[in-house]
């Protein structure tokens, strides 16, 4: 089956729809689908503030995707800047020094109010932490599809080449998205 030429600059999930249409299955869902996994969930629900917390993660892949820790202290401050409100920093394993050194440097009154999850990294932890918070603002695609998977509002931002041509199509599917 080729479809390359009906698929041009469309979206992946409408690509994929297309795709098994055309093998017979009509009304494809095109829905992302995000496990739960028990113990993650008890685990990130047990430490889970009271308050609405926001996810934010400023780490992508590769470094033209990645704030700098100036950067990533400066938008802690403004999220944290309505009070009432926590922000779940999220980070890759490889970043846990980096990200304890940030929040080290942030004033005392904004750092009570920033949370990880140090358990095992799995996604299952991502996943829970994604899906107790009220939205996400990411960097990186991955977290903001899980978001989107779970219906989360979505601020993603992405560098200037990011949603032009061919990448639009991986752009995130959910009308709760806004991309910068």
């Known amino acids: 089956i080729k479809i390359g030429h009906l698929t041009k600059n469309i979206h992946f999930s ?3 729809a297309l795709a098994v249409n055309k093998m017979g299955v009509d009304n494809p869902d095109t829905d992302y689908i995000v496990p739960e996994y028990l113990e993650d969930e008890s685990s990130v ?3 889970w503030p009271d308050n609405p917390t926001i996810c934010f993660n400023p780490y992508g892949s590769g470094s033209s995707r990645t704030f700098n820790d100036e950067k990533v202290i400066e938008i802690l401050k403004v999220m944290l ?9 999220l980070y890759p394993p490889i970043k846990k020094i980096e990200t304890e050194h940030n929040i080290r440097r942030m004033p005392d009154i ?7 999850h140090d358990s095992s990294h799995s996604l299952g932890v991502l996943f829970a932490q994604i899906r107790n918070s009220i939205g996400i603002v990411s960097v990186d ?3 903001v599809h899980i978001a989107a998977g779970l219906k989360k509002p979505i601020f993603g931002i992405y560098n200037d080449n990011f949603g032009k041509g061919e990448n639009r199509e991986w752009l995130p599917n959910f009308e709760k998205a806004m991309v910068m």
Do not use: D, M
């Open 14 to 16: 409408q690509k994929f």
């Open 45 to 47: 629900k047990s430490s």
């Open 81 to 89: 800047s309505k009070p009432g409100y926590n922000v779940c920093l």
């Open 110 to 116: 904004l750092r009570e109010r920033v949370i990880t």
């Open 141 to 143: 695609t991955a977290t």
